[in-house]
């Protein structure tokens, strides 16, 4: 009889040829601009704490208030035992926030894309999708049956031709999109979106994961940041990221938040998010809306590491950027590797990224708001180190 396990080994051996292989890295006390890393105190340059929240003590505070009046769990779905006031006045204020109607929230932010999709979209239907989306996105448009197009990230001709030629195939259109792509860094060109969407009959999902308390004016994420409040249209978020908390939601009006209620399996079958994550993220959204200085602080620290990239190591290539995550290409995954351990020794955890989960090898640097000029002088000044080597920071693929 044949093991029928014994590929997995196999699978194992190979995705160490390829230098994929991935293994956690205990990281000790609380999350910060730096961080004990295995014993080592190194500058963390790998968060999406980007306001540098999920270590500040009011949204500790009102997360063991939380557990003091509420337990430790939601103890089932929301629809069964598991809803506390506590879940709407959070929603409320995301609603606020976007200025929509409503607002859903999930246990997580790949909980909500998932159900959004599937509950938006069946066999008889269309998604159309960015080549470099989010893998909740991409599963969701998956595990909704409809048929899956992906178009070439951010080609808006091509999504056009797409459009034109297969949307009155199927009975609904689903368009998705990251606002902010979490591996590159650029924003998806959304007005454009919102007018093929109006022009061809389309949905349009937009996930703000990494806009949502960063980008626009009040921070209320890319739609706000092209002036697209308002907008008919479908923005899915987390609260894990800049909010310093765990969960997700989706946003928009009444009636699509009171559909998804009835039709979403991943908010419909899942325990409701815990009165402590609940907690931190509505002080989260509180501190967000009423201290915009974390988010003047933020942007201030990408500005002053962009001029001195751009003073000190003029050659090296960034991947075109307008957030706080800056990502340089290397060769190969062997090469991100090196570089990454090479930024670790020095004193700076800055992960190298590598395929499937992007097309090509890189090193992610995200700033946050509670970095200090020390701290990104001293990245630059690494990173002047290691150029120039073997790693070939410089060139692009």
Known sequence: MTDPYAWLEQSLATIHRADWY???QPINGRPGATVVLAGQEVINFASNDYLGLAGDERLMAAATAAIAE???GSTGSRLLSGHRQLHRELEEAIASTKQTEDSL???SGYLANLGAITALVGKRDLVLSDQYNHSSLKNGAILSSAAVVEYPHCDIAVLKTQLSEQR??????????????????DLCPL???LDLADQFSCMLLVDEAHATGVIGKTGAGCVEHFGCTGKQLIQVGTLSKALGSLGGYV???SLLIDFLRNRSPSWIYTTGLSPADTAAALAAIKIVQQEPQHRAQLWQNVHYLKNLLQQQLPNLKLLPSESPILCFQLP???????????LREAGIFAPAIRPPTVPTSRIRISLMATHEAAHIE???????????????LSKTN
């Not at 259109?173 to 591996?183: A, E, G, K, N, Y």
């Not at 001293?378 to 120039?388: F, G, H, R, S």
Request: charged share 20%.
């Open 22 to 24: 991935r293994s956690v």
């Open 191 to 193: 007005p454009a979106l």
């Open 378 to 392: 001293k990245l630059v000044a690494v990173l002047k180190d290691i150029n120039y080597t073997d790693h070939e």
């Open 332 to 342: 190969s995954a062997t090469d991100a590797l090196k570089a990454g351990k090479q």
């Open 168 to 185: 009155q195939n199927y009975r609904r259109c689903l368009i998705l999109t990251d606002s902010v792509f979490s591996m590159d860094g």
């Open 105 to 107: 929230v999930f246990s």
């Open 70 to 72: 509420f337990g430790t």
């Open 251 to 253: 946003a928009g009006s």
